[in-house]
């Protein structure tokens, strides 16, 4: 298991001010910027896209950009996201015709490759791609919106992939999102998980360094 990473989902930022909100939750000491694009047509929600992306490169944003991409098609809209500045590129595999081509594709521009599993979405694909990734990312809630409740099936699913990775003997990060607090991270990060996703849980606190601070304690 790798050192705990905190990814702060902008989703839940200021997005009339995002530069300056995503630059305070780093600031907070957040690892990485969790990037949710969403295409109202793989998920019900419209977000944000490469040219976001890239103006938050030049605004100054230097840390790690964790793009999660609930888009269908994905291969057309990879080459963007990689130019713009994207660090990891992760995506469902139900939105892709060809994973394996898919992971490629990342991986050739340039970015790391992840694969997202919905809460009812079968683990079957990881036999064949794992050793390709470099996170995997398990869904605790439904995609498509923030603020949802965590799903505690999750943590199982958390295991069977924490299981997998360490037998295998990879160095694949396990991310989770969807839900997380830090009332919940400790049994989180305790069912085998590394990289940590809170949208509402950091950008809805009064203050992203007391809160993100809490979340490293109970990580322990
Ligand atoms: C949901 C997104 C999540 C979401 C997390 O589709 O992938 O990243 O923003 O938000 P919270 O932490 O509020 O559940
Ligand atoms: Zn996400």
Redesign the pocket.
């Given at each position: 298991k790798q050192s705990p990473i905190i990814a702060p989902?902008i989703?839940?930022a200021d997005f009339a001010r995002l530069g300056d909100d995503t630059a305070a939750a780093l600031a907070a000491g957040a690892d990485w910027v969790?990037f949710?694009v969403?295409d109202n047509h793989y998920?019900p929600n419209l977000t944000i896209g490469p040219m976001v992306l890239s103006a938050l490169r030049k605004y100054g944003i230097a840390a790690p950009i964790d793009v999660?991409l609930?888009v269908k098609p994905v291969d057309r809209i990879v080459p963007d996201f990689a130019k713009a500045g994207a660090s990891s590129i992760s995506f469902h595999p139900e939105a892709s015709e060809h994973v394996d081509r898919t992971i490629g594709l990342i991986r050739d521009s340039g970015c790391q490759a992840g694969l997202v599993f919905n809460p009812a979405t079968s683990l079957d694909c990881l036999d064949y791609v794992l050793d390709k990734l470099d996170l995997v990312l398990i869904?605790s809630?439904n995609?498509?919106?923030?603020?949802?409740k965590f799903i505690p099936m999750a943590l199982e699913k958390l295991r069977r992939v924490r299981r997998m990775i360490d037998e295998r003997g990879l160095a694949v990060r396990l991310e989770v999102?969807?839900?997380?607090t830090a009332e919940n991270i400790g049994a989180i990060a305790a069912a085998g998980a590394d990289t940590f996703?809170?949208?509402?849980?950091i950008f809805h606190a009064a203050d992203y360094r007391a809160e993100i601070a809490a979340m490293r304690t109970a990580i322990g």
């Open positions: 989902s989703l839940a969790h949710d969403m998920v999660h609930m869904m809630v995609p498509g919106f923030g603020g949802q999102d969807g839900g997380v996703v809170a949208g509402s849980a």
